[in-house]
């Protein structure tokens, strides 16, 4: 990351506080200052939930949980320790990191709606655990004398300016994180989870990384809530309320997205406030009924929130900036070299694999053999089990019986993020770009799990862009390029760890024959580079252009092995393929 | 109210100088007199408590306009009290921002009624108190008077009192009505505050003293959706008392036609709850006059003996069929103020709190026990309390006997 760019993103940060502490200074009404002080905590909370669930796609309807640790914490350590918030604040972090901790070994052996669910459980289960304590009320003492070392301020302004501060901490600390490899970690998780851990990225840590962070944010968020409302009861900072509005401000300003949280909260928090107080005391409940209808309105028209229909909105009126369409030209490919050249020493081996699925014998007994440099193309008709033996081979599934020897070494039982590491790349069937991410962001994705530093992830990844002919749309979202183009930005993401073996998992799928004819160019170039490749295919005829030898699998088991040329001819292939009268008919 | 939307409205669009305007204009504004003084009520009037808050506004209206039509307050040449309702919502922090929204948007506000809740009244007062602006309160934790706040008062006995004091009377109406001591009680309660710190003392020394033995110790979380466990260990139990506390209503409704499925029910064992739930009008919609009849609640305040025309034109003007604690109390609040206005001679919330501190006024025309002063804590001394008890679909007053409007009756086993 260079300095220029990271100024020019604080800008905006720097501009907001500034415009927020003139307002704050200004205004001495105190009940207009409370609702500036309410907009900014709200809003860092909604920034410790964006933390976890807007980056990881991981909802969470349970952040009440860290919020009302740190409420408690903070009103309970100065009810009988007698302690101040300066230095409760900072423990309610501590406490809500491990909270988040704790919450995230168990929780995040769950996904997507099981996971949201289990969340919920949280705050509900400490609700009746401080209810059942007897902290139904609790007050945070009144300092008459040296109030100032206890935050209590006869100055509303001070709460204001303390939770701008804190804002910008979070913002800061989001920011920083957007933008190095925990945050590209944190959305390739988003986008597929398999895909990240094939791509190198230790799923499971950066996870309970980010649920830590989250917690810790809303832990210390809670704690400075209480020492704002003074009163602490379970339903106030553990209730149903308090996860759903972590939620609401982040989805109504825009999730994944720093400033989401802060526009809705700076939207909702003040328009639910004038509702109440014009309209509570002459039409009672009607503003609950207006305010929700609000939210429901704003989320119909803008489903990803505020913040991404305004920018989408813009990028259209400016089309100007998007790049005249480069043909990515392609590199001459080198002509098909003498394949016996290529074949090395066997750097990958299968020995007896099996996996079955209830009575289903998906795979049995397979075994092969590659050997460095060369191009083994895996065939076989739908259903043959070769997806399945490509996911035993890079940890995804684990084999009932059988080895998988890397260099001689058993890899059995490694996640895929540790094969990855030691060096195999991987492709997926189905496409999952992150389509909100330049080309360039998708590739370094998979470039840290090589890469010391940010910069040297970034060289990686421009280098794996060249090596496929993509620099020219580098700059592009994904969402606007062609079906070969992201393929050839998956065969980027993959590169960019540089591996010793790729796994392609039916790249040329989708493509029509002149597309496949590019990609096959750029596969060939990196064997001619030297990598190793494994491609899974389910139609024979690109392939056999391309690769060296083949595996055909039929039933989960080996068929036929082989030189193309003999292994189309067989057959048993042919009958595998086509059935048992067009066998005949060839041999004929 | 009109000018303070406008001004969060700017505030929302970042137009600072309508927000700056009024921030800065408001301490300016008040000058001569007033033919007016404002009186604020903060209670909740939507959300899941807006039907007691609707009940304490009726009591406040009545107040205000009785005071009115007697000449306002005399001392300041006549003048009317306006009463300034805002809602609290319903929750702590909604009910922390009207608190803020009256003490910043009303500066001339003097004196103030509520929050019915005991948590709100909490973050209520928190910000009162900073403001320097009186608030007269009904709720009962004894934490709202316990923080060394200057501004609070409150007019019933706390939690902890009232346990202490209904104890004993309700072992002596069971001697007296029955003819034997009564030695053994079930405990059933919801954990909500108030609940919870009306049985801890209980718990903690009254029952001992009293040589009642505990036989059944229930803790629930509303709402209920069976009582068929609570209930079965009562039966088992056979307790010679039974102290039901619920908060909410169906809780009431769902435990009173369990113990009646059971046998257990009008009177077979004689059952005492502890704060208002079980004696509101509403749980009539629900369950039927027999199904209640004897039931005993040992309540805060009631309208009773010497309110009966406040009893007729609640039930004229608003259509309520009885007198709650939170119409009765608040309407005495009105009273309070008045006098305190009368003294104070001035629409100054200090001057109104001062006079609130030294008043000392005799036997409390509104409030049951005690008088009316408050000690250094800003608790109403002697504050006393009311049973009621439903004796043909009505919740009447049976104790003190100088309010009781009919005679306790003991169900027979």
Redesign the interface.
Known sequence: MTKAPAIRSLAPVLLFAAAYAVIAVVVTNSYYQLMLTLVLLWACFGLSWNLLSGYTGLVSFGHAAFFGIGAYTAALGQIHLDLSPWLLIPAAGVFGGLAGLLIGVPTFRLRSHYFALAMLAYPLALYYVFEWLGYQEVTLPMKRENAAAYMQFADPRIYTLLALALLVGVVLLTLLIERSRFGMALLAIKQNEAAAEAAGIDTLAWKLRAIALSGAVAGAVGAFYAVVQLVVTPVAVFGMLVSAQALTVTMFGGVGTVWGPVIGAATLIPVAEILHAELGARFPGIQGVIYGMAIVVVILLAPEGIFWKVRDFLRRRRPAEATPLPQAAPAPAPAAPARSDRAGAVILEVRGLSRSFGGLRAVQDVSFAVREGEILGIIGPNGAGKTTAFNLLNGFLRPDAGEVLLDGRDMVGRKPHVLCRAGVGRTFQVMRPFARMTVADNVVVGAYVRAASDAEARMLADDAIARVGLTAVAGRLAAELTTRELRLMELARALAGRPRILLLDETLAGLGPAEAADVVAAIRRLAADGITIVIIEHTMHAMVRLVDRFVVLDHGAVLVEGAPETVTRDPRVIEAYLGRKWAAHAAG | ?AK??L???G??R?L?PA??A???A?PAAQAQQPAEVKVGLLVP???IY?RPG?VMRMGAEMGVERINAQGGIKSMGGARLKLV???C?D????A???A??M???EPDLVVASGAYL??FT??VT?VT???NLPVLTLSY?D?ITD???KYVFQTSATAASQAQQSLPEIMKLAEAASGARPKTVAIITD???AS?ASVKPMKEKLLAELGLKLVVDEIF?PPLSDATPLVQKVRAARPDLLFFLPTVISDAKLMLEKMNEFGLGQGKIPTISFGIAIAEPDLLNTVSPDLVQGVMAAVANWGSKGHEDLIAELKAKYKEPWMTQNAISTYGDMWIMKSALEKAGKADRQAVAEAIRTMDEGPSKYFPGGVMKFDEKGRRIGAGLTIVQWQKGTPVVVYPPALAVAEPFWPKK
Do not use: P, W
Not at chain 2, 91 to 94: A, D, F, G, L, V
């Open positions: 109210m303070g939307s001004g969060i409205r505030l929302g970042r600072l927000a700056m009024l921030g800065l408001v009037l939507s959300g807006a609707a309702v805002l809602d919502g929750t702590t922090e909604k922390k921002n009207a803020q929204r003490v910043a948007q005991s948590s909490l973050a928190e108190e900073r403001a934790s934490l923080r060394g706040f954990n909500t505050a919870v979380t």
